[in-house]
C-alpha cells in the first residue's frame, strides 16, 4: 500500500520556523521526483517546491514566493522528503501536500500550517 504521510505543521507567530516531513512507503522512493504543493484557506493549490530523484540530479526548485525561505530537501534511505519553513509570513498559512511523481502520482494527506501575524 502507497503511503504518504506528512507531519510537522502547527501554529507559530510571523517570523518563526518550522520543519515538515513527509514519510513514503509502498513505491521507489528514491526513483521519484517529490514536490510540496499547499492550498490556502478558499484557494486553489499553489505548487511550492520540487526535488528531483537521485537520476535526476536531485535538483531543487522554488515558487518565487517561497525562495530564500524554505528549503526542500530528502533522504532516501528514510525514504523521507523535508520541507524547512523559515521567516514564515501569515499568507504561509496552508495545508501543504507533498507529492510524489512517477511513473504514478501519489499524495499524502496534508499537514496545517498556520502562521498569526
Known amino acids: 500500500e502507497v503511503q504518504l504521510v506528512e507531519s510537522g505543521g502547527g501554529l507559530v507567530q510571523a517570523g518563526g520556523s518550522l520543519r515538515l516531513s513527509c514519510a513514503a512507503s509502498g513505491f521507489t522512493f528514491s526513483e521519484y521526483s517529490m514536490d510540496w504543493v499547499r492550498q490556502a484557506p478558499g484557494k486553489g493549490l499553489e505548487w511550492v517546491s520540487l526535488?528531483?530523484?537521485?537520476?535526476?540530479?536531485?535538483?531543487?526548485y522554488y515558487a518565487d514566493s517561497v525562495t530564500g525561505r524554505f528549503t526542500i530537501s530528502r533522504d532516501n534511505a528514510k525514504h523521507t522528503v523535508y520541507l524547512q519553513l523559515n521567516s514564515l509570513k501569515p499568507e504561509d498559512t496552508a495545508m501543504y501536500y507533498c507529492?510524489?511523481?512517477?511513473?504514478?502520482?501519489?499524495w499524502g494527506q496534508g499537514t496545517q500550517v498556520t502562521v498569526s501575524s
Open positions: 526535488i528531483y530523484s537521485e537520476g535526476g540530479g536531485g535538483r531543487t
Open positions: 507529492v510524489g511523481y512517477g511513473p504514478f502520482n501519489y
